[in-house]
């Protein structure tokens, strides 16, 4: 193992049951991530990409095999460690936003500052700063039913760094967008890495989102090709 890799995984298999069959999704994926880097990951459907990704952000535990943070094992730690864990170094965003329908876009964004117990005027000031680097002040107050595809996938990536998490994980981020604003949310995550150093991981099936990061891997059936 490179001794300054953030995260390195090593040897990963997974297996799902299906009835009496177990069908083997990862078939023994080794990775290396720098500090800083920007990885895409890119394969078609049932290629075997978001399981590895659930499983690097600790949300899927291995069949076989280990992921390393900093040289520390994580799935040596209890369920409640690899929680705190994740809301301390990790930043997650999907598809679908997953935004809270019932809380405006500011309070969206508070949502893993305060679940950590961080005062309200605290998470208020940090999450005033992230939606202005989202250039979505004026939506601030705005609820999600009255936000674009596009608006609400950036306040999805704000909430994502509102712990300031060494390693921002992304599962198909423009896969539910219009042409126009996949090109956005990929120049912001390009230009986010390079003004906050942040690590970032993306996985995709969109070639022209995995064209502008500068290391590749491609995966099919569940290994790298």
Same mark, same amino acid.
């Given at each position: ?123 208020? #000031? ?44 992304? #599962? ?14 990929? #120049? ?17 099936? #969109? ?19």
């Amino acid at each position: 193992m490179n001794n300054n890799s953030l995260i390195y995984a090593k040897n990963i298999r997974k297996n799902f049951h299906q009835g009496k069959k177990e069908l083997p999704v990862l078939k023994g994926i080794d990775l290396q991530v720098q500090r800083g880097e920007a990885l895409c990951i890119l394969g078609s459907s049932g290629a075997g990409k978001s399981t590895l990704l659930h499983i690097l952000g600790t949300l899927d535990t291995p069949s076989s095999g280990q992921v390393y943070f900093q040289g520390e094992n994580l799935f040596l730690k209890t369920d409640d460690e690899l929680a705190s864990f994740r809301n301390k170094h990790l930043g997650f965003i999907f598809q679908f936003h997953h935004l809270l329908s019932e809380f405006t876009a500011l309070e969206n964004i508070m949502m893993p500052a305060r679940i950590a117990g961080l005062s309200k005027a605290e998470c208020q #000031d940090r999450a005033k700063e992230l939606i202005e680097l989202m250039g979505l002040t004026d939506r601030s107050a705005h609820y999600p039913t009255e936000m674009s595809g596009g608006e609400k996938q950036r306040i999805a990536i704000a909430r994502a760094l509102m712990q300031s998490p060494d390693i921002l994980l992304a #599962d198909e981020p423009t896969g539910n967008l219009d042409t126009a604003n996949g090109n956005k949310i990929k #120049d912001l995550f390009l230009d986010l890495q390079r003004r906050l150093n942040l690590t970032i991981i993306v996985i995709t099936h #969109d070639q022209n989102l995995a064209r502008s990061f500068p290391r590749i891997l491609q995966m099919k059936d569940g290994r790298w090709l």
